[in-house]
């Protein structure tokens, strides 16, 4: 028995035992005669005393001896402390060191295990094992921690079973790019490792298992962007017998029981569902944040046709209302035009229009647009005096995108995004297909199996583009947690979808045959939803980055720096599984 | 809104409620003008009802048209039944079949949905959907969901944090053969998939996350023996600041709670724990079956220097005791000598006495013993009048194995190993080393991170192969279900493991250096465990192959019959790995 309790755990109530603890080396203070320790572990910090005369003076050579991140076992006695530490849960007591035993040494570490670090991101990357040391790093993984299990409980109460879907499955040509595994057994063949689960939790359903969740890792090969990762996790869920609204009540019911039980905040209102037609049109994406207002207007139609060659040869023109913005610089105004400017924004340019507080108006085109066209388009965007239009022109995808960009940016100047205050939101009815101008057809936006809305389905011989899908997306501050859909359950319906992918039979069969021919022997109508665990316990943290959420995540070229992998693996090994490195002519 | 209830929940206090179910028809009976449908789904079945004459024609068409597996939607009326089935939770009511509509139809299955499938494994495999339908397997899959559950609940209670290790890793050449993945951001370096989250969950202690768990997916490639699959689920943990006897009671905790949760079963007794060298010395092998006696018997030196050229010029000679086998027949007893020749037993032949009834020994070597010689071997095996001797010889490891195969063979066909009794018991002082002959080097018998015991560690100079090792196995009824060690945190005596084990500085540095390094910066005192979860979910569904409690396992080729992988991939994507099918001459 190597300690008595842990490092977080005393209280008053525990003077004048003796205990043994142990743990490592935050802080030794020399100072009048006394030496004290602050000794941490997992569970918390205690501090540990010695006095210099009254102490044996091998123990005081000992504790001489030991540094920072030093592992020791201390026997003492628990007293009360002179000056009380309100900031630590045992900052009642200290422990008087009778005995001391160092179990490791250490070296100096790179960087000092403190809440803000002096090590770089590099540094702590290679060093994880000590980064975890630090409150930060150690208190998101005991989040990602309870997050996890109270998933489990919500999921298990509701009859959901965990399954497990196997990890060495198939290639599939759409998509992102999978990565593979060669397989020894079969020369010249290869595994490919999961992007989702999606077909085996579809095969479950039609197996009768009715509810299945599983919290699982997923692979993507893919160019990572800032906070992506090769390796993710989703918590990936299915269900039978129900339709789109049974899953968002289910769902949403998480979303709440976790607010609840992780964060201890009540949420006591119907989630939005805002289709994704709206959400474009007044956010300008399929993600807004909705904790502030701040939507987009079309003006188009006031604008046009006063002369103004910019706006008259264009698709589209959108304003949002900045309140309070009329009292904005030249320089600040400056500032917004050459953000909407760069290539993430893409806007061509900014036009602006103050609405004084006098009343009148001030705006950067006022060669063609008279105070009363200003009057009539602020009265459209509900705009008051003191408030600044803002408005971009262009194409309409494009430039919706860019005055989201512009609404988010100002969002966060404002303080309108804070930390700790969360709106989410089902996004809904979205498109079924996306028309890719490149191949010339068409995609399908969520993923093949997507049902189209009964209703719609007419459609495919005439507009395609206007199906709308039983597809759902989970958004929080502006960020997609997760998306679902009702599946295709019947076998005609899936090869429609299938032509007008633009798949032949044999491709389809090639790629999905398995899926297919499970079809033909009853399959319940279902659905399910997969969400991304990674990030929604980065938001559950007040966190952007995912980084600190995962135990050793990889850098941004897919790399381990800790254990230096990807590397080289032996000619023997290559042998073994039949391959030669290089590029074929 | 597709149902108001499942298949398995209708009582007699619903007798009188319009309910709606959905589910696969599991059989349709036909008779004196009533139509019975039995109709299916996770929960349960319930019974469905029509009568001929009363039911609307169209209802009756439609009522014909269904067959087995096709899935519908019933609404009526809950009636009570007139002849109960008590073998079903539903068999006090039925419904009475008010509407119909039939949701997807179904091709004749090619198997039935029953639970002595008429399907063969190959077919089982190929529509694994199907064969999942049956309770066998649904009900297998279902018990794995609440035995993982439960691990959870437990281990959170104890304090431990679920964290996920990587997946895609550093492939190191010791132990078996990593599965590989090329990286395409890295041209020419692999990933590995890791065959245990080791090194992780050490360096998870040294990050000072005190108590880890994970159920965790671990990949082999082994060529695979019946019930091995290169995908497995293990259940690996580790804790900081421990010794063995605190990971034994922690873990002898966890599998009283789990047969406590799970199946119903208090155990009340402390497990037995039994020091390798005397598992091998008594059962023959270091996972013994403790459930019954007829325990091996050191008899060399009782036999040896009688004439008998066979016993005289062996190493070892053992036996075990039959109790009532002096009943035997000739036939009997030629069965079993076959069997111990067999290649898997590996013994020459089978010596045996007969104790008979009256006091006298009947032997098949009487010529060289008498009755006398066999009086002191029987007391010395403790044999009565009725029973059997039963002897091998040979190399001694070798005659163990055999003697060992032989007692599990007569347990078996005794009756002595029944499905529902366990016997959990720890073996512990593992040889912490092993002679490999053939590369002429000692091996770590757990792994090179081990450690011995202090008392032991001297022994590195003159006799390693005595050292022991703080190592455990947990074995249930014959089965190694998991096993661990504590860890060496000492870098010299690391240094000097290394060195026993014939690495290089260099080769350790390569394959280690992370660890190693880590050590450097104040490791605690740590030690773990890892339990098989397939093993075990089998081991408490009473069944010998782990492959029921797997929803979708590979063959004995490692391929997934039902998604036909793995499979070849397109040149393109070679390319983009930069590699080239072939071997290097």
């Known amino acids: 028995m190597y300690r008595t309790h842990n490092c977080g755990e005393l209280r008053k109530e525990h003077i004048g035992q003796k205990v043994t603890l142990c743990g490592w080396v935050q802080l030794k203070r020399d100072k009048g005669g006394m030496i004290w320790i602050d000794l941490r572990d997992r569970y918390g910090i205690t501090q540990l005393a010695a006095e210099q005369t009254t102490t044996a003076p091998e123990l005081v050579k000992k504790i001489d001896k030991i540094g920072r991140e030093f592992v020791i076992q201390v026997e003492g006695e628990v007293i009360e402390r002179y000056s009380k530490n309100d900031k630590i849960s045992t900052g009642d007591i200290e422990i008087k060191i009778e005995n001391l035993k160092i179990l490791s040494e250490s070296e100096i570490p790179p960087f000092t295990i403190i809440d803000n670090t002096d090590g770089g991101d590099e540094l702590r990357m290679k060093y994880r094992y000590l980064d975890i040391r630090r409150n930060p790093v150690k208190n998101a993984l005991l989040l990602r921690h309870s997050i996890a299990q109270e998933i489990r409980k919500y999921l298990d109460a509701q009859n959901f079973v965990e399954i497990e879907t196997p990890v060495l499955i198939k ?246 995004r804070p930390r700790d205050s969360f709106a989410p939101l089902w996004i809904i009815e979205f498109p079924l297909l996306e028309f890719d101008a490149e191949s010339g057809r068409y995609h399908a936006k969520h993923h093949p199996f997507t049902a189209p809305f009964d209703e719609d389905i007419s459609l495919f011989e005439t507009e395609p583009e206007k199906i709308r899908a039983k597809a759902y997306d989970l958004v929080i501050n502006g960020v997609e947690i997760g998306g679902g859909s009702i599946r295709i359950f019947d076998k005609e319906l899936q090869a429609l979808m299938f032509k007008n992918l633009g798949f032949t039979k044999e491709d389809a069969e090639a790629q999905f045959g398995f899926l297919m021919n499970a079809f033909k022997y009853g399959a319940p109508p279902h659905g399910g939803i997969a969400l991304g665990f990674d990030r929604l316990c980065s938001m559950f943290g007040g966190v952007d980055s995912i980084r600190d959420f995962i135990a050793f995540p990889k850098n941004n070229s897919g790399r381990d720096v800790m254990i230096d992998s990807p590397s080289k693996i032996s000619q023997a090994q290559l042998n073994e599984l039949g391959l030669i490195l290089g590029e074929t002519e």
Chains 1, 2 share one sequence.
């Open 171 to 416: 290639s599939t040509p759409e998509g992102a790019r999978d990565f593979v595994v060669p397989s020894r057994m079969n020369p010249g063949e290869f595994y490919a490792l999961p992007q989702s689960p999606q077909t085996f939790k579809q095969l479950l359903m039609i197996a009768g298992m009715d509810r299945y969740f599983q919290i699982v890792k997923c692979f993507r090969d893919e160019d990572l962007r800032a906070d992506r990762q090769p390796e993710f996790t989703q918590i990936d869920c299915e269900m039978s017998f129900v339709e789109q609204n049974d899953i968002l009540e289910i769902f949403e019911g998480m979303t709440k029981f976790l607010f609840k039980t992780v964060k201890g905040l009540e949420i006591n209102y119907d989630f939005p569902r805002m289709p994704y037609s709206e959400a474009m049109e007044k956010y300008g994406n399929d993600k807004p944040d909705i904790r502030f207002g701040m939507t987009i207007t079309d003006v188009s139609e006031n604008v046009k046709g006063k002369n103004f060659v910019v706006f008259d040869s264009v698709d589209y023109i959108g304003g949002i209302c900045l309140n309070g913005g009329a009292e904005y610089s030249r320089k600040q105004i400056d500032e917004l035009t050459e953000f909407v400017k760069i290539p993430q924004v893409g806007a061509k340019g900014l036009v602006y229009c103050k609405y004084n507080s006098d009343g009148t108006f001030k705006s950067s085109v006022d060669k063609f647009y008279s105070e009363s066209d200003w009057a009539i388009i602020a009265e459209k965007m509900n705009a008051q005096k003191g408030d600044m239009i803002l408005i971009l022109a262009g194409e309409k995808e494009r430039t919706l995108h860019g005055l989201s960009e512009l609404r988010l940016r100002l969002g966060n100047e404002l303080g309108l």
